[in-house]
C-alpha cells in the first residue's frame, strides 16, 4: 500500500476529475463546449491507480475519453478546461478540444479521436524509450471496443518482440458506444489475449484504485527492468452514456445500480476512513478543495478569450525551415 502522502494525493486527484467531468457535462448543458464530449466519471480509478505509478517524464497516450487520463498525469485543471472550451489558453490554444489534449511537458503524448489508434503510439513510444536508453515507460489507455481492432493486435506484437517498456491498460467498461463487448467478444477477458504475444495479462477491479495501482506497480517495474510489456485489464463502467447526448437506455437499469454501488470515488473515500488514513472531517475538506480547485479551472477558462480567425492556421503546418532541416 502507497504511504499517507501517497494514498491522499491519489483521492485528491480521484476527487478532481470527478468535479471536472460534472462541470464540463454542466457547461455543455449551455452549450459552451463545442463539439462532443465523453465523460470518464466512474473511471477515475484507472487513471489514477496507472498514473500514480509514473514519473512526470514517464509517457501516457489516451483516447477520447481522456480528460481524466490528463488530469492524473498531472496536467493543469484550468489548461485543459481552457481547450474543452476552445480557448486560446488551452493546451493546443483552443485548436483541439476535448480529443486532442497533448501537454509534452507532462509526458502526455496526446488524446485521440480514433479507437485504437493510440496502440502503436505506445510501441513507437517505447521503442524510442528503447533506442536512447532511458528508463522511461509509456502507458496507453484504451476501450475494450479499442481490443478489437487491428491496431490492439500489431501494436501489442511489436511491443512484445522488440520487449518495449509499454504498459497496455484497457478499460474495459463493458460497452463500445452502444454495443455491450458480449456481443463482439467470443472471450470474456480481454487480458486473455496477452498469452498471444507471450506477455503477462491480468484482469482487476477497475474500481478499486489500489489494486489498479498495484497491477500497475509490478508492470512498471518489468518494463523499467527491460522484461517488456504488460496488458492490464481494468474492469470498470462509464456512469454516463458514451457521449454527451447518449442517454445510455440500452443498459440495464439493474446494471446501472449494481455499478453505481462501486463508485470508485466512494470505495476509496470509505476504505481511507476505515483504515484511518483520513477521518470523515478530513476526507469532507479535501472534497471542498478539490470543488474549489475544479472551480477556479471553470472561472479560468470562461474568462480566457477565444483565438482570433487569423490564427487558424498556425500551429498547424511545420514551419518551412524546420521542414526542410529534417
Ligand atoms: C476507428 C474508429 N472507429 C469508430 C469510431 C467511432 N467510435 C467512437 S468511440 C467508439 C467506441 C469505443 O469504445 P471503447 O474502445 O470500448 O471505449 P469507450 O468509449 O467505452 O471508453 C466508437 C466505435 C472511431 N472514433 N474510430
Ligand atoms: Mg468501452
Redesign the pocket.
Known sequence: MPEKTKLIEMYTRMLQIRYFEEKVFELYGQNLVPGTI?LYAGEEAVAVGVCSNLRRDDYIIS???GHGHCIAKGADLGKTMAEILGKKTGYCKGKGGSMHIADFNIGMLGAT????AGIPIASGAGLSIKLRGTDQVAACF?????SNQGTFHEGINMAAIWKLPVIFVC?N?L???GTRQSIVMAIENVADRAAAYGIPGLSVDGNDVLAVYEATSAAVNRARNGEGPTLIECKTY?QKG?SRFDPAAYRPKAEVEEWLKKDPVIRFKNKLVENSTLTEQEAEKLSREAKETVESAVKFATESPFPQPEEALEDVYAKKESATSK
Open positions: 465523453h483516447t477520447h475519453r479521436a480514433v479507437v485504437g484504451f476501450g475494450d471496443g479499442a478499460e467498461n460497452y463500445a458506444m462509464r458514451h
